[in-house]
């Protein structure tokens, strides 16, 4: 089991910045990848970026040179450093943790960017 405890959403105006942390109950150590996800209203769910155990990245196209993904082993932390934010990037931005073959979500945090 993995809990995962998110922070950092909130209100910023287009071209802002803003970084999204999560937390997870387990060491780093022990999860497989890590990454964030966002859910528009009326859209689906889709992948925005992805940190490997090895601690390689892979971004969706859309984000790729804006979006950060990253990690803080001593933190126990994983970020996403968000900038030049659109107002299509408004959603639910959820944590995602693959342990041992589960999948483990965080409850998300609103992200809303004004134009």
């Known amino acids: 089991q993995v809990q995962l405890v998110e922070s950092g959403g909130g209100l910023v105006q287009a071209g802002g910045s803003l970084r999204l942390s999560c937390a997870p109950s387990r060491s780093l150590y022990f999860i497989n990848h890590m990454a964030w996800y966002r859910q528009a209203p009326g859209k689906q769910r889709e992948l925005v970026a992805v940190?490997?155990?090895?601690?390689?990245?892979n971004y969706t196209d859309s984000v790729k040179g804006r979006f950060t993904i990253s990690r803080d082993n001593a933190k126990n932390t994983v970020y996403l450093q968000m900038d030049s934010l659109k107002s299509e990037e408004t959603a639910v931005y959820y944590c995602?943790?693959?342990?041992?073959?589960?999948?483990?979500w965080g409850q998300g945090t609103q992200v809303t960017v004004s134009s």
């Open positions: 940190i490997f155990h090895s601690g390689s990245t």
């Open positions: 995602y943790a693959r342990l041992f073959n589960a999948d483990y």
